[in-house]
């Protein structure tokens, strides 16, 4: 039985992203608290970066100890290391760089230049492999129990890499797979799979601007997720839409509380 999502909308996407760093330090430092160490899950994208800019900027950011926190990736674009687009290339620009992270604990997706040359395929399961490598006993499964792992919703209802009725959205076996074909540029990608994004303990969803609203209402109204993959996006423990007035414009009022100020 899948937990319903909660939702929190901001007034717009700046408060929105602040918001969201400054949830996000918090739950980090209760887990290194709580188990000496954390585990994340990061997302691109405008929303995704735009959270890794405000923690970035964030004075609360000092509380963090960077040594003890792994990151992982929702998905990537398969692209030469280094290039503009890869997720990883725009975390490090919004955040990694600056802060004090252990580098054998921030782990990168495989770049089309890496040692598993352009074979998605491959490197995908290499990246299985270093999940499963992380998972220990309690983990119940192939991957770590992530704190929280973090998506942006794109307009046609997309998380990390699986786009609507796609192969990708399908899997119930693998964790992480090749994706050919993606409907947005570029067309190859890594990305992992449902099975892996509902093993995380919180699973966050980002959503800001008017052309996610009519997104966020499919997600949100009981779509299946094949059409809808944000749809069957959810954690073990709690699922979290985070979301901008415009984001949510298009969803019932009485799913969410009044916008924060």
């Known amino acids: 039985m899948t937990i319903a999502p909660q939702l929190v909308v901001h007034r717009d996407k700046e408060l929105m992203a602040q918001a969201a760093a400054a949830r996000l330090i918090t739950k980090i430092v209760d887990a290194q608290a709580a188990r000496g160490f954390a585990s994340v899950v990061l997302t691109g994208g405008r929303n995704g970066n735009g959270l890794l800019a405000a923690l970035a900027a964030a004075p609360a950011r000092d509380a963090v100890d960077w040594g003890r926190l792994d990151l992982w990736w929702g998905d990537e674009r398969f692209l030469p290391e ?146 809808a993959p944000a749809a069957g996006a959810y954690g073990r423990a709690r699922t979290l839409w985070l979301l901008d007035a415009a984001a949510a414009s298009r969803l019932p009022r009485d799913l969410y509380p009044p916008a924060s100020p």
Request: charged fraction near 20%; hydrophobic fraction near 45%; avoid cysteine.
């Open 82 to 227: 280094g290039d503009p687009d890869r997720n990883v290339t725009q975390a490090r620009e919004a955040l990694l760089d600056a802060v004090p992270l252990d580098p054998k604990r921030v782990h990168a997706m495989p770049a089309s230049d890496g040692p598993y040359g352009n074979d998605a395929d491959a490197a995908a399961a290499a990246y299985a492999a270093e999940l499963a490598a992380a998972a220990g006993p309690e983990d119940h499964g192939p991957v770590p129990s992530f704190d929280v792992l973090m998506l942006g919703v794109g307009p046609d209802t997309h998380v990390a890499s699986l786009f609507p009725e796609l192969p990708a959205v399908r899997e119930t076996e693998r964790t992480v797979v090749g994706v050919h074909g993606a409907p947005k540029p570029p067309p190859t990608r890594v990305t992992l799979t449902l099975p892996a994004i509902r093993a995380a303990r919180e699973v966050w969803l980002l959503a800001a601007g008017e052309d996610k609203a009519q997104a966020a209402a499919i997600a949100l109204s009981g779509a299946g997720e094949i059409q």
